[in-house]
């Protein structure tokens, strides 16, 4: 049975420093993601999301679902040998998506 490939994934902030690179199963969700990116998340950085529905993770231009998994989520893997593949996170509180709903 051929061995799992992992998948390199760094996550760039705001400010355009990184989070990672972390290497992952194309099993795992977008939602184990989020969750990675709010523990690792630099404690210095003034924006910082609390909890993992904060953070919007994008990939090639398109917002990912929690429920999707990294297979799922249509990123050239097969382009990038042994190459890190770059998120970018996006902090929107609870309480902003709230507002903006309201509007």
């Given at each position: 049975m051929p061995e799992?490939?992992?998948?390199?994934?760094?996550?760039?902030?705001?400010?355009?420093?990184?989070?990672?690179?972390?290497?992952?199963?194309?099993?795992?969700?977008?939602?184990?993601?989020?969750?990675?990116?709010?523990?690792?998340?630099?404690k210095d950085k003034k924006i910082a999301p609390k909890v993992a529905n904060d953070v919007k993770l994008i990939s090639a231009g398109k917002?990912?679902?929690?429920?999707?998994?990294?297979?799922?989520?249509?990123m050239p893997f097969g382009e990038l040998p042994n190459g890190v593949?770059?998120?970018?996170?996006?902090?929107?509180s609870s309480l902003a998506k709230a507002k903006a709903e309201e509007d």
């Open positions: 799992e490939e992992l998948v390199e994934l760094k996550f760039r902030l705001y400010d355009g420093s990184d989070v990672g690179p972390f290497r992952y199963s194309p099993a795992a969700t977008v939602a184990m993601l989020k969750e990675r990116v709010v523990a690792e998340w630099p917002v990912l679902d929690n429920n999707k998994t990294v297979g799922q989520c249509k593949i770059t998120m970018h996170a996006v902090v929107q």
